[in-house]
């Protein structure tokens, strides 16, 4: 066989075991149905919890927590959702949603106040009421740097902007610096006074994701429960892309290691989480098939943020 004909082989091969049609979902539901049948439950908070879901970007709520939130509420649990960026660094989204090759500042500005309402029409669905939302607006692919660099200011170069500045936003006019977004991370922790935090891994591929994992752990107060969850968890995952709501979602290749809990989702939550993650329109357009891939009969949590270390590195 030549090796064209291999490497066409192989790429249906994968095309399949990527996407799945119906014949191989079967195959699937029995890999994953055993191995995540085996994760301890994790039961729904309750009554007299305060839940603050830190998400690095408008819909990052949706996917790690649509499911958690929805139950949380049902259970009586009050629930908050702090973005950190405005998700104004995409910019195949941008270039998209303009109609342009050659995305300019503007064009970056608009897509963050689309965001942003996206994400509050996804927060409705789930049930949140808008004085439970803070947007800190600080720039999309821009954290990390704050953490290299605490009191430097640094200047976004997609939005050209140096400072918070779209309406709504935690603190207007604070520089982008690490130093003001840990102080306005601080100031939304004294307003929520969580009995529950969730947060990324920082074994999230994404950049702004373990620099959120950071900030967080760095924040987490004494009496606070912490969950951590991935988003970005390795080449493809989750698999098989798309929707498909029978299928249990998979611990991430990622997080291998982590002891994962995992929340059965009833069919209720599952459609809510579905129509949040609608809401989020302008992510549709180029990655609706990575994140309706995370709409399935549960969700992951692990109370450790990382690996925990060998007994002769403790």
């Known amino acids: 066989m030549g090796r064209w004909r291999v490497a066409l082989l192989l790429a249906l091969v ?6 799945a049609p119906w014949a191989l979902q079967g195959v699937y539901a029995l890999a ?14 309750g009554a007299g919890e305060r839940l603050l879901v830190l998400s690095p970007h408008p819909d990052d709520e949706s996917l790690c927590c649509g499911g958690l939130i929805r139950e949380a509420l049902a259970q009586g649990a009050e ?9 104004d660094g995409f910019e195949g989204d941008a270039a998209l949603l303009d109609r342009t090759l050659r995305p300019g500042h503007g064009d970056y500005q608009a897509l963050a106040l689309r965001r942003m309402g996206e994400a509050q029409r996804a927060a409705q669905v789930l049930g949140l009421p808008p004085d439970h939302l803070f947007f800190l607006c600080y720039p999309d692919r821009g954290l990390l740097h704050f953490l290299e660099r605490r009191a430097i200011p640094y200047t976004s170069p997609y939005t050209g902007l140096g400072a918070v500045t779209y309406p709504g936003c935690f603190s207007p006019g604070a520089p982008y610096t690490g130093e ?10 004294e307003r929520v006074r969580p009995t529950l935090l969730l947060a990324p891994s920082p074994l999230d591929a994404h950049p702004d994701h373990r620099a959120t994992a950071y900030l967080a752990l760095r ?20 698999l098989p ?10 611990p991430p290749p990622r997080g291998r290691g982590l002891s994962w809990r995992r929340l059965d989702l009833p069919p209720s939550a599952e459609e809510a989480k579905r129509q949040a993650l609608l ?6 357009h180029l990655l609706s098939r990575f994140l309706m891939a995370f709409v399935r009969r549960n969700e992951l949590y ?13």
């Open 180 to 189: 003001a977004l840990e102080k306005d991370l601080e100031g939304v922790l």
């Open 14 to 19: 994968l095309a399949l075991a990527i996407h």
């Open 32 to 45: 994953y149905r055993a191995s995540v049948g085996r994760l301890p439950p994790l039961p729904p908070p």
């Open 241 to 250: 892309k798309g929707y498909h709501p029978g299928l249990p979602l998979e």
């Open 279 to 284: 809401a989020h329109q302008s992510q549709q």
């Open 302 to 314: 692990s109370p450790l943020p990382r690996h925990p270390l060998p007994e002769s590195g403790r």
């Open 79 to 87: 629930v908050f959702v702090a973005w950190l960026t405005s998700g």
């Open 219 to 238: 924040a987490l107060r004494p009496g606070v429960r912490a969950l951590f969850w991935i988003v970005h968890g390795g080449w493809e995952w989750p």
